[in-house]
């Protein structure tokens, strides 16, 4: 039996058992639990024995300098991911064999226009050639924006279908339907969402999206897995 610091002996027994539903397996990945965490790079090391599906750190200053020095090896405990919006090529070679998966986020660019698709595109071509010179395979997912047009996603999801992405990120229900009636199961979905409502967060998982990414301490995570359980019963 492996042998637990005090403290995390005491995280493990205050947050109790694992979730004990199905688990989800996508991108080559097996997922314990359908419910994942998006949290600052500051918190990782204290959300490590939460029980989520998978902990992705969102991107700030250092934020990757900041996940190597909290595991500085891959997690066994807990599938580990990290979300990339600038500087990303750097990053994304950064903490290649550092995490279980990557996301890139191309569009977060707060109060400024877009960037073009082709230079989107240009971008993503870039990280996935990249990902060719490692031996270990490591999934890379895009998030989408919710402020391309119909004509933009259309011609982003065509490129992801093609190139090789794993899976891809929305940011709404809307979105999550709007690009399952483009595309349908061809690749993994994850819905994030602002919710910290357990029954809310259930029914989005319910609306058909491969995963749900939220930001909760670990005791209502607690209550989500207890409710998905009782909805797998019925």
């Known amino acids: 039996m ?11 027994l205050f947050y109790g058992r694992a979730y004990g539903g199905p688990a989800v397996e996508i ?20 959300m490590s024995d939460s029980r989520a599906g998978y902990l992705l750190f969102k991107a700030g200053e250092n934020a990757p300098r900041k996940l190597l020095n909290a595991f500085p090896g891959r997690s066994q405990d807990v599938l580990l991911s990290l979300e990339l919006s600038s500087d990303i090529v750097r990053s994304f070679s950064l903490c290649y064999d550092f995490v279980d998966f990557i996301v890139v986020n191309p569009d977060n660019l707060t109060g400024m226009e877009a960037p073009d ?4 595109k240009s971008l993503l071509d870039e990280v996935l050639n ?11 997912f895009v998030r989408l ?5 119909p004509d ?4 982003m999801l065509h490129f992801c279908l093609l190139n090789g992405v794993d899976g891809l990120f929305v940011n709404s229900v809307k979105q999550l339907h709007a690009v399952q009636d483009m595309i349908g199961n061809r690749l993994p ?3 994030t969402t602002d919710s910290t409502n357990p ?13 749900v990414e939220c930001n909760v301490r670990p005791h209502v995570l607690k209550k989500i897995h207890k409710l998905l359980e009782q909805s797998e019963i019925q």
């Open 117 to 120: 698709i082709p230079d989107v």
């Open 130 to 140: 990249l990902r060719l010179c490692y031996e270990m395979y490591t999934p890379v």
């Open 145 to 149: 924006s919710p402020r391309r047009t």
């Open 27 to 46: 991108a080559g990945l097996r997922f314990p639990s359908p419910i994942g965490l998006g949290i600052p790079a500051e918190e990782c090391r204290f």
């Open 152 to 155: 933009e996603m259309d011609e």
């Open 2 to 12: 492996k042998k637990l610091f005090r403290g995390r002996l005491w995280s493990r």
């Open 189 to 191: 979905l994850v819905l």
């Open 199 to 211: 029954s809310e967060i259930v029914s989005m998982y319910r609306e058909g999206a491969s995963l």
